[in-house]
């Protein structure tokens, strides 16, 4: 009985424990909503910053629930490039933003600052949406 107690609180705490390493990072913004419109002549920033002491990794995602409006038009595929951090330039995923999904854009070591540009990958299209709390992109910080 006693072993099945402490059993059971052993497997309280680390449930706890492991919930308590995960941080949902908004992107740094003056206000929100933040808007995006993503177009083959214009691309759009992002960037995120985090917490001092921060245990990583750190993963771009982006969320958006069911019904959430998100317009797209044509080539509506969206680069992710790497602005500064050790793969500056790089391309670190690409992806099409949709209501109804969550989507892990890549998982880096985490940094201060992070910050990502979104272009269209090729062709004619836009994406546009609205960044607001529980839609849009993320930064997971830890074992989320």
Known sequence: MRSSTLAATLTTAFAASASATCLVQAPAAIGFPINYDIT??????VSFEIPAGSVGPCALVATFPAGYPITSTGSDLVNVTALDGPAAG???????FRAGT??????????????????????????AFSEVQGAGLFMEVGDC
């Open 40 to 45: 083959p002549s214009r691309s759009d920033a």
């Open 102 to 127: 969550t989507t892990v854009i890549n998982s880096f070591a985490c940094a201060d600052v992070m910050s990502y540009e979104l272009a269209i990958a090729q062709g004619e299209g836009e994406v």
């Open 90 to 96: 790089s391309l670190v995923g690409a992806l099409r």
